[in-house]
């Protein structure tokens, strides 16, 4: 997203009750029990460990303490930095930001007859489709054939809401639910997309924090950032440029790094051309990110006083390989940058690396690294 703004993590952290602790609240609590009694009674009290006074203040200061905490934690309910739950979901109601629901996966269908007819053949809205699974997709609009026409395409909607609905491929919604005269084939055109489960806390608190974007009605980037960002919780990153005057081009992450499909950029495309959110003379594309190739190529090598750690530090090593690849994609615009691979295999127990592959290479800010190759050799044990 935009750079405007900084991220809550840069603001401070709060305390509201300076530090306090239960321990300190007793130490307090008994000195000044003892300071009162010996005002009192001109004599030294007896609190012995197991004494009753001892006890009852160690009760006390506890539940006072509790209450303390209590307080604490209703103070950083108001702050969105901290807010959970139904505190964070009325901070959002001041912006008018709800948590984003889990939405369904959509996908094309091509209805298709063996032969053409001289009468237009319907397509019911509702007619359902599945791969055998017993989950469906369904037309939402009533479609037909034309005249002399042998097929249609038609978009459909799952009937389970969530990221389940993506895990189909091209062709696999293949069985007809409802039987409709003279249909003698459907597939589906598209692998279905779209699909995403209820946005997380800390995806929503970032929407609630960046919704101050979204009131102008400029056209701004950070605007056209906010909207596409509350399109769906399944987008990580998303970047929007202008290569010439009104034209702007949108290009966005799904989870996991994955670019969107055909359908998850339909769909993305037709809501940002609404009219509360696209700026008259704009022209409006969403593309996918320019793909930039890389192969990981690297030695290890291993301390021999770790020996005994050795299989441990290949796996670790191994899997911060891997993290970096999914690091690298994660973000558009993030340049190949070799170094912080180092510092990960390092970080995994490795003594040294050689990287052969990749080396560093500023990629744009409309394009995103993805690894195609991995080569990855241990190379054994060294000296310290």
């Known amino acids: 997203m935009s750079d405007i703004l900084k991220t809550l993590e840069d603001y401070p952290d709060l305390d509201f009750i300076g530090g306090y602790t239960l321990e300190k609240l007793e130490r307090e609590m008994i000195g000044w029990y003892k ?10 009290p007896m609190l012995g460990n197991a004494s009753t006074a001892r006890l ?27 807010a959970t739950g139904d505190y964070l979901a009325n901070l959002g109601a001041m912006k008018r930001v709800g948590r984003k629901d889990a939405t369904a996966a959509t996908t094309t269908l091509r209805f298709s007859m063996s032969a053409s007819r001289t009468n237009a053949t319907g397509i019911p809205a509702g007619s359902r489709v599945t791969a055998g699974d017993g989950v469906y997709f369904a037309t939402q609009e009533y479609a037909e054939i034309p005249i ?11 009937s389970v809401a969530g990221v389940s609905g993506n895990l189909y491929g091209v062709g696999e919604l293949a069985r007809m639910v409802d039987i409709i005269p003279f249909i003698d084939i459907v597939t589906n055109l598209t692998a279905p997309e779209n699909g995403a489960d209820e ?23 950070g605007a056209y950032e906010y909207w ?18 009104r034209i702007l081009e949108i290009t966005c992450l799904l989870e996991g790094g994955e670019l969107p499909g055909e359908e998850f950029r339909a769909a993305l495309a037709e809501r940002m051309l609404q009219p509360d959110i696209k700026m008259l003379t704009d022209v409006v594309n969403v593309i996918n990110p320019v793909i930039v190739s890389y192969d990981v190529g690297v030695t290890y090598y291993i301390n021999q006083s770790d020996r005994s750690a050795a299989e441990t530090i290949q796996e670790k090593v191994d899997t911060a390989i891997d993290e970096y690849i999914l690091w690298q994609k994660f973000k558009i615009g993030r340049d190949i940058n070799p170094s912080v691979l180092m510092q990960l295999i390092v970080s995994a127990g490795a003594k040294r690396a050689t990287i052969t592959s990749p080396t560093f290479k500023a990629i744009g800010d409309s394009a995103v690294a993805i690894a195609e190759g991995k080569t990855v050799v241990y190379g054994g044990l060294e000296n310290d």
């Open 228 to 245: 596409v960002s509350k399109y769906s919780s399944a987008i990580i990153d998303a970047r929007v440029r202008s290569p010439s005057p």
């Open 35 to 44: 300071e009162k009694y010996k005002e009192i009674t001109q004599k030294e």
């Open 199 to 221: 946005e997380d806390e800390e995806d929503y608190r970032q929407s609630i924090y960046i919704a101050p974007e979204g009131y102008t009605a400029a056209g701004s980037m």
């Open 56 to 82: 009852i203040l160690q009760t006390c200061s506890y539940y006072i303490f509790h209450g303390y905490k209590i307080g604490e934690n209703n103070a950083r309910m108001n702050c969105l930095k901290y």
């Open 148 to 158: 002399g026409a042998l097929y249609i395409d038609v978009r459909a909607i799952c």
